[in-house]
Nanobody
Framework: QVQLVESGGGLVQAGDSLRLSCAAS????????MGWFRQAPGKEREFVAA????????VYADSVKGRFTISRDNAKNTVYLQMNSLKPEDTAVYYC????????????????????WGQGTQVTVSS
């Protein structure tokens, strides 16, 4: 089993930056696609960013492209989401996820493709 724990959320002002971390335990996630998703009140969970097991392929949602950066440190079994130029519309609970598929050759963006999820961390951006 894989346990994922997100951290780094908080309350910030528009234009500020935050760095989210997702620490994995129980099993290494080094061979899995890792993704970040978010869910705002009253909305469905949406894709934010994902990174292949090797780190060589990265996909971003259009809404965060150029502002957010996903990365992974396989030595630490940890994935990060650097969020710059935050906007009020970025306010949501952010979730880390692992697909659980050994060295999948592509990056996936659907929630249905991910088998392990963290509990989420709240990000609130005030205007």
């Amino acid at each position: 089993q894989v346990q994922l724990v997100e951290s780094g959320g908080g309350l910030v002002q528009a234009g500020d930056s935050l760095r989210l971390s997702c620490a994995a335990s129980g099993r290494t996630v080094n061979n899995y696609v890792m993704g970040w998703f978010r869910q705002a009140p009253g909305k469905e969970r949406e894709f934010v960013a994902a990174i292949s097991w090797s780190g060589g392929r990265i996909v971003y949602a259009d809404s965060v492209k150029g502002r957010f950066t996903i990365s992974r440190d396989n030595a630490k079994n940890t994935v990060y989401l650097q969020m710059n130029s935050l906007k009020p519309e970025d306010t949501a609970v952010y979730y880390c996820a692992a697909d659980g598929i050994y060295r999948r050759p592509r990056v996936v963006v659907s929630t249905y493709e991910y088998n392990y999820w963290g509990q989420g961390t709240q990000v609130t951006v005030s205007s």
